[in-house]
């Protein structure tokens, strides 16, 4: 197994304030990487940067092996970063719409957009508009955007916002099905450990720009780090 994401000596300032400072750090293929830390960390910013949205003072961020500054490098990864939806559509046609502009869509894609809609229990409010919806419905919905693509790699910024117990299980069994049956690395980031615990694989601990902590989540258990 290789490794999905390197980010080698990443560092990256704004102004006057540096807001990432020499970030080192290995995501194997098939993980879970919990990002955690306080608001205002850099968790975001350097999401931001595995994505090239925003530009790095030094250093280089490598996927699949191919640094993000190389054209097509980011072709196989989706994300879920402050979603937006056209909400007059409904979840079908949002998807539909998605994999239309990118030149995804093919005969299959009708079962696949079904098929992902009752994974994440929206199959009974598939031709529904989203402006109807609850925030964790529409949290739901930005999921399944960020998976209709089938990526590779799949990262999501606080993804647990707005949901209740029993949307962070669901949550949790999607993403761990995903890992399992699609081969996909997922990087998700969260302030609250026990939001993201039981689901990463792998922790990294942000503070103050820094990766203060960065190992299996089962090392960390077993040393009683937390």
């Not at 080698?8 to 080192?24: A, E, G, T």
């Not at 940067?49 to 092996?65: C, E, F, K, Y």
């Not at 969260?190 to 089962?218: C, F, P």
């Amino acid at each position: 197994m290789g490794n999905a994401i390197e980010i080698k000596h990443v560092s990256q300032h704004y102004k006057n304030k540096q807001v990432l400072r020499d970030i080192n750090l290995v995501v194997p293929e098939n993980s879970i990487l919990g990002l955690i830390g306080e608001n205002g960390a850099g968790k975001t910013t350097l999401m931001k940067a595995m994505l090239g949205l925003v530009q790095i003072s030094s250093g280089d961020i490598l996927i699949h092996g191919s640094s993000i500054k190389q054209i097509n490098a980011l072709q196989k990864v989706s994300f879920l970063l402050e979603p937006r939806y056209y909400s007059y559509l409904s979840p079908y046609e949002m998807l539909k719409n998605l994999l239309i502009t990118s030149n995804q869509y093919k005969y299959s894609s009708r079962q696949d957009i079904i098929e992902l809609l009752r994974q994440l229990k929206l199959d009974s409010v598939a031709k529904k508009n989203i402006n109807t919806f609850s925030f964790g419905m529409k949290q739901r919905v930005a999921l399944a955007m960020a998976m209709i693509r089938k990526p590779s790699i799949l990262i999501l910024d606080e993804p647990f916002v707005g949901l209740d117990v029993q949307g962070v299980q669901l949550f949790n069994t999607v993403i761990n099905e995903l890992v399992v049956s699609k081969q996909c690395t997922v990087i998700l980031s969260s302030h609250q450990l026990n939001e993201i615990q039981e689901l990463s694989t792998e922790i990294a601990y942000i503070d103050g720009g820094m990766l203060s902590v960065y190992d299996s989540i089962s090392n960390l258990v077993v040393t009683n780090y937390w």
